[in-house]
């Protein structure tokens, strides 16, 4: 593919299609699916990555908040767009595009009930994360002021796991599970009706079992972003080699002068920085970017539209290609070099990086 960019985001759509389908596999037909794109689909594009998905057969897409859902809408998106935090000025944007506010507290219900046209809500409770939800002990309360409110219709409760990913705390894991099933066991009762719940996100899709009348929600998994074997990551970031130059010992790199050669040296500038959202923690030889299959440390402070590679050990030219992760050098090693998670490198990756999608 022809085009004039240095610094590009490769998004494998064939690969986004392999990964839903594989986590599509462990679910029961009746388990709908949420796909989350919140944060530009963490970092990927959202408008894209919604159109594949709800090409593939998603049911719901679940945002942060009102900007992303009308954005979606206003790109044609038709599927139910849940908004996770509303916020209290936007009602009527909300409800003019269509959109499923997430209810969490008795402020934002209240608010909801002045509604003049039917809104699908989705109430959220607190079972131990202790962000946002209604805590259980208000599920009466909240239950009494729907049912006097005919416009709210009750689409689904949730709230949300905070260590799925960790088997050590399994146990409270579980314990919010069963919480949540205790409050939709009164909200059942209260309505007479199956009111669908989710919990469930992408760790817990891939370790815990799920009822068949369970909704799951979706979002780093699709993507590859986190360690699993059956997953691959979709997404490869890759820049060029801007200028080459020869240093001797003693000449300094980067601001702060904050690396020193020992010895000659061969160094590369790449035309990535930390405003395109590479960590800054990575310089001065803690991270590295691939050349030619090689590992070439960086070195000195990470500059906001660069960085400097020690190329020493390879033959390379300007105008070569930097790998800076790739499936093969993943987003999660990254990560564990950073001592942070995948999410923050991919959510933090600047929009001036030209996304390029595949599908191959």
Not at 157 to 165: A, K, T, V, Y
Not at 173 to 182: A, K, M, R, V, Y
Request: proline share 3%; hydrophobic share 40%.
């Amino acid at each position: 593919m022809t085009h004039i960019n240095e610094t590009v985001l490769y998004v494998n759509l064939k690969t986004l299609e392999e990964n839903f389908k594989c986590l599509k596999s462990k679910l029961s037909n009746d388990n709908k699916i949420v796909a989350v794109i919140k944060a530009y689909a963490y970092g990927l594009g959202d408008i894209k990555i919604a159109k594949k998905l709800e090409d593939l057969g998603v049911d719901v897409f679940w945002v942060a908040d009102f900007d992303e859902g009308v954005k979606l809408r206003n790109a044609g998106i038709k599927l139910p767009i849940i908004v996770a935090n509303p916020g209290s000025k936007s009602m009527d944007v909300v409800l003019n595009n269509n959109l499923e506010p997430v209810i969490f507290n008795h402020r934002m219900l209240d608010l909801y009930s002045t509604a003049n046209s039917p809104v699908y809500i989705h109430l959220k409770f607190n079972t131990g994360m202790n962000r946002y939800g209604f805590e259980a002990e208000d599920v009466s309360l909240v239950l009494e002021k729907i049912s006097q409110h005919p416009n709210l219709k009750l689409k689904s409760i949730c709230s949300h796991l905070s260590s799925s990913n960790d088997p050590n705390k399994d146990e409270f894991s579980n314990g919010q599970i069963e919480l949540l099933n205790s409050i939709s066991d009164t909200v059942n009762t209260f309505f007479n009706t199956d009111i669908p719940t989710h919990i469930v996100n992408s760790n817990g899709t891939l370790r815990f079992s799920i009822n068949s009348s369970e909704w799951v929600r979706l979002g780093i998994s699709l993507f590859g972003g986190l360690y699993h074997n059956e997953l691959q990551q979709i997404f490869t970031l890759k820049s060029v080699i801007s200028q080459i130059r020869s240093i001797k010992e003693g000449d300094c790199v980067g601001y702060q002068n904050s690396f020193t050669a020992k010895e000659k040296m061969k160094i590369a500038v790449v035309p990535m920085g930390y405003a395109d959202g590479l960590n800054r923690k990575l310089g001065n030889s803690r991270g590295h970017v691939l050349i030619h299959n090689k590992k070439c440390p960086i070195i000195g402070d990470i500059s906001m539209d660069s960085f400097i590679a020690d190329i020493s050990s390879i033959t390379a030219e300007e105008g070569d290609e930097a790998v800076i992760f790739s499936p093969e050098h993943s987003v999660s090693l990254l990560a564990n070099e950073l001592e942070t998670i995948p999410y923050e490198i991919m959510a933090t990756l600047n929009r001036r990086i030209k996304r390029i999608y595949l599908n191959e």
